[in-house]
């Protein structure tokens, strides 16, 4: 034990990994899929007390990061060029990543002779359909920020940061230069308490999978297998040829390090399967062993853990053509190119918790005219087996976003990156 305690922090997580999935697979067997139990429920209550620790944090973080961060850019002019190359860096990464869905999905076509065992009992008002996809961008706005914060509406929080760093750098230094102090001691004292956190990642860790192994219904996976396989694919190949290429060519930096340096993030990710609840780890991650300076990193990442989701945006593009094809209804070319413009605005509002990214489809499959009460009960049989692809997508979503901050970092001259990776 006490070995395992002086090993570093990753290879603590990744053996955490291990355990959780060796528990998982005894509670699943022992259980068949429905565990209960003392034990079982102290193992749970792990992983949620780490889930929630990391949400405790975002609200002051991302509020605290990105007003402290957009305050430091300066001039109308500097916060004007970083939004272009963050926006342009994330339309560009997520269309390359809708386009692998797209053909992927009518390659391998998953939805043809699909067997799709809906339950007749399936609700499908279980399943609240998301607004369209003008009012997303509209809703951004927040009509009280304080509000906007109770609700954890991370698009509002940004909103009204990002227009409270601005207003700082309208005033004059001596009523603007205090209040930026102040935001910046509070993100410091935020990242010291999410590095506390992040300490406790193993736990959390062998909790979180613990839970997903052990209350997996294998029966459906196995109907669905060539569904799995089509999303996983395509997040495999955005993840790890598209994304080093990107690294390679955008920075010229070995992506071994980059993975390397994430390492926690991709863990976290992967067990909370939420891009918010990771975005803490993400941003130590990408200033402390990238080296991207608190002024990049502190607009980039909280605005990509909300607007910038390739992993998701791969699912809906790749889940919408399943749709298409379980109901057996063929696409037009037009068709297809509301789907992939769709599936872009349905990943930018996509909020950053597990399986939102299901509910967002009905954006998509609502822009290209399917009826709701089919598409419903297929969804909803892609819920029952999502929590796996949402795993992974979410570690393609917070991927891009560190992927992100370095290009971005490297485009406005920072150098020396990945110092202390070895
Ligand atoms: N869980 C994903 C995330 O937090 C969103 C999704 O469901 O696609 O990034």
Known sequence: ??????????????????????????????????????????????????????????????????????ASVGSGKALGRLTVKSFSYYIVTSLIAIIIGLVLANLLKPG?????????????????APNSPLDILIDTIPTNPVEAMVRFDMMGIIFFSIMLGYGITKVKPEIGEPVKQLFNSGFDIMMAITESIIKLAPLGVFGLITKAVSTAGIDLFKDLALYILTVSAGLTIHLFIVMPAVIFILTGYNP????????????????????????????????????????????????GATVN????????????????????????????????????????GCAGIPAAGVVMIFVVTQAVGFKDADVALIIGT??????????????????????????????????NFYQNIK
């Open 309 to 348: 989701m390739n992993g998701t945006a791969l699912y809906e593009c790749a889940g919408v053509i399943f749709i298409s094809q379980v109901l057996g209804l063929h696409l037009t070319v037009s068709q297809q190119i509301i789907i992939v413009l769709t599936a872009l605005l349905a990943a930018i």
């Open 1 to 70: 034990m006490k070995r395992i305690l002086k090993l570093k922090l990753h290879w603590q997580i990744f053996i955490a990994m291990i355990i959780g999935t060796i528990t998982g697979i005894i509670f699943q067997s022992v259980y068949s899929g429905k565990p209960e139990g003392v034990v079982f429920t102290i193992i749970i209550s792990i992983g949620t007390i780490f889930i929630r620790l990391l949400r405790m944090v975002i609200v002051p973080l991302v509020f605290t990061s990105i007003t402290a961060g957009v």
């Open 112 to 128: 043809v002779g699909a067997h799709i065992p809906v339950s007749g009992a399936f609700n499908k008002d279980s399943l609240q």
């Open 256 to 303: 071994y390090l980059h993975f390397k340096a994430m390492w926690p993030m991709i863990i976290t990710a992967f067990t909370t399967s939420s891009s918010n609840a990771t975005l803490p780890v993400t941003m130590q991650c990408v200033e402390k062993n990238v080296g991207v300076s608190n002024k990049i990193s502190s607009f980039v990442l909280p605005l």
């Open 382 to 415: 892609m819920l029952a087996v999502d929590r796996p692809l949402d795993m992974y997508r979410t570690v393609l979503n917070v991927f891009g976003d560190s992927v992100g901050a370095v290009v971005v970092a490297k485009s406005e001259g920072e150098t």
